[in-house]
Structure formats: C-alpha cells, structure tokens
C-alpha cells in the first residue's frame, strides 16, 4: 500500500484566456536529450512528453491518459518513469492528484528531466529515484494572459493562488519550509540528484537509471524531435507558445489546430531560421 498520506492538491478552474507553455531553456535541453524507450511493463506508466496536449506529436500527457492507465493497472504497485520538460500546470496538479490517490505503492523514477508541471507529479511518489545526470526544476506558475489592465491585475491574484498551491504540494512531500520553497522557485532553480535528496524532493540517486541513448529514431520521431528543437529556439526567443503554433501550421499548411507533417521538414527548418534571425537582428 501507498506509503505516504500526501495531501490532495487545490485544484483551479483554468482561466479562459491563459496559454500554458514548458520553461523554454528546459524545453531547448530537453529537445536535445534520447527519448525513452517505452516500457513493457504494464504496471509502469510512462511521461517522456510535454505535460498537456502535445501539439506536435498528436500525444502528450493529460490526466485523461493517466486515469486510464490506473485504472488498467488496478490496485498494484506502478512505477512512473519521468522525462518531461513540464508544461501544462492544471494537468499536471490533476495528475498529481491521481497517483497520489493510487491505493498502492508509486515508484517515480527520473530518466531526465522532471522540471515544472512534471516536478509536481514526481512529488506524488512514495520513492522517487533520480538516475545520474538527471535533473529537478521548480519555478512560479507562468503562463500567457491576454486582455487589458483589469485582466492583468485579477491575473497576478490567480498565478498567487497557483503558486501557493504549489508550494503546499512541495512543502508536504519534502518537508522544506515554505520560505525555502519560495526561494527555490523564484530562483528557477535546477536540482541534480544529490541536491535534489538534500533539499527532500528526492529520496536516492540510482545510477541505474537513464534514458535509451542507444534508441534508434525512425523517422517519425525524428522529424518531430526536430520540430521540438526548432519550437524550443523560437521558445528562447520569447515567441509565445500560441504564436509559434500557429506560425508553424501556417507553413504547413494547415490549420492553427493542425500539427506540421514530416514532409514540411525542410520549409520549416528554413522558415523558422529565418524566423530567428529576423528577432535577432
């Protein structure tokens, strides 16, 4: 049985006007770094996309996905192995929600990365294992608000009903004062193993953990990989989420809903450095 008694996490009504995105330096490291290769197991869940929609892949982790997954596994024992860049902070408060609420025993283990929305799912963990050269971001709710100054100023009342929401997640599992949590997330702070089991949002470093770097990407996954890393430039370049969403199905041409194909590759890559050098000059 589940060895913690972790506290359900508040839950929000997502604003209308709110546009999540993944920390784009994480996003930029995180295109760089082998995907996974899937479990076998079915008793391991795994997280090796953005959390929420994933616009490029079609995937994505959503809460939807992962109660579906309990509920295939039943009341045993799941391991949930981790390798996300973060995103969508409502989903990933939902998930949170869910394995903390597993009737039985929830291994987290971090191949890569578990930064953002994805820190606070590892947080539902009874053990949560990081392998060697992973890492362990926190930061403030951020997100994209478009309306006029009265938006703006209910906006900052919500992102500090979300902030705090987070932190009671952080200060249940890991026993760190509040003040101290606050610190870490407005430093935007990276966590190694080691740092990551002192400061109690991890319990051991376990070498034997780490993504497939002998994966062979097939071409699908290729071409998407290289749309992420694309997508992370124009991130770093402060381009907002929406934004390159729709520039990128404009060049596809498709539909803002419409994610680009593996046959748009080369006009991508093209438009989007041009893109990029345009901001930059």
Known sequence: MSLRKLPEARTFQRPQNFQWDAPSDVLARWSETPRAAASDDDATISMYEVIGEDWWSGGGVTAKRISAALRSIGDRDVTVKINSPGGDMFEGIAIYNLLRGHPARVTVEVLGWAASAASIIA????????????????????????????DMRESAELFDGFDSAIVDIYEARTGLKRSAIEKLMDAE?????????????????DDAIGADQSE??????????????????????????????????ELAGGTHDAAPTATHDAGLVAAARQFINAIRS
């Open 216 to 249: 062979a990407e097939n071409s699908v996954a290729g071409a998407v990989n290289a749309r992420r890393r694309m997508d992370a430039a124009l991130a770093k370049q402060g381009v907002p989420r929406v934004e390159r969403r729709r520039m990128f199905a």
């Open 189 to 205: 702070t990276f966590m190694g193993p080691s740092e990551a089991v002192k400061n109690g949002f991890a319990d051991l470093v």
């Open 123 to 150: 947080m539902a963990g009874d053990e949560i294992r990081m392998g060697l050269g992973t890492f362990m971001m926190v930061h403030n709710a951020w997100g994209v608000v478009i309306g006029n100054r009265h």
